[in-house]
């Protein structure tokens, strides 16, 4: 059995938090155990908590169109959610349930060590870049300690404002050039990789902004927005 295999196991028989209580499964993340790439996005909906799989719903069907506009499969990429149980009624994942729920990213990304990390969403972006807002910060990357960290929209919010789509599908196109250059950077010797996601970010600008976008600085210490959903919901979450 490999490690993240065992990790998915226990995360499975996690009751770390109330999300335990009205599961039916859940969802650790699945993918390519040495991916070079991995995915975050925020909480499993209705579709994943009863598949035990991560995007699985129409914000997933169009995840693997993204995936596809740049040729990679699922089977190529990791792809998680920064809280592994679904939140009842649609709602939000709590602090302190995100707080529970921390350990087991960490040790997926320890697993995985990616080399690029696609936060899907305010939630996973809140984590990665610290007080930016989703509608600054979406289409640029950072990097820090050999790992480099890309924002974007969570795919329901294409779902739920159509104008985002395009915005979704461009930011998709500016993954390659990115992950190029993060697989030329050699592996770092420490072995705390958790570690990495920890630093203020340094923001870069992507090569080419989306069509109308304007692609800005991320403020340090601006507050950070509420966070996008798997399932559909209003369109100020996003
Ligand atoms: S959401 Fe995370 S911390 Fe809470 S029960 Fe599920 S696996 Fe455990």
């Known amino acids: 059995m490999s490690n993240l295999t065992d990790l998915n196991e226990k995360i499975a028989k996690c009751d770390a938090c109330r999300l335990c209580k009205q599961r039916k499964r859940a969802v650790p993340g699945e993918g390519r155990e040495d991916a070079e790439i991995m995915f975050i996005g925020e909480a499993p909906g209705w579709h994943e908590d009863q598949q035990g799989r991560p995007f699985v719903g129409p914000a997933g069907q169009f995840l693997d169109e993204l995936l596809q506009s740049i040729n990679l499969k699922r089977s190529e990429v990791y792809i998680a959610n920064v809280v592994k149980c679904r939140p009842p009624s649609h709602r939000d994942p709590l602090p ?4 529970a729920c921390r350990k087991w990213l960490d040790r997926q990304m320890e697993l995985i060590k990616p080399k690029m990390i696609v936060t899907l969403g305010r939630y996973s972006m809140a984590r ?17 300690e050999g790992v480099t ?10 779902l739920h404002q159509g104008s985002l789509r395009g915005v979704i599908m461009e930011d998709m196109l500016k993954i390659p050039p990115f992950l190029t250059q993060a697989e030329a950077v050699p592996e770092e010797p ?3 990789k958790s570690k990495k996601a920890e630093k203020v970010p340094k923001v870069e600008k992507a090569e080419k902004p989306g069509k109308g976008e304007k692609i800005e600085k991320v403020e340090k210490g601006a507050s950070a927005e509420k966070a996008e959903q798997t399932e559909p919901k209003q369109l100020s979450m996003f």
């Open 149 to 158: 960290y890309f924002a974007m929209y969570h795919p329901a919010a294409a």
């Open 128 to 144: 990665f870049f610290p007080g930016a807002t989703i509608s600054k910060v979406h289409g640029t990357s950072r990097t820090s």
């Open 190 to 192: 420490t072995p705390q």
């Open 96 to 99: 302190d349930e995100i707080g």
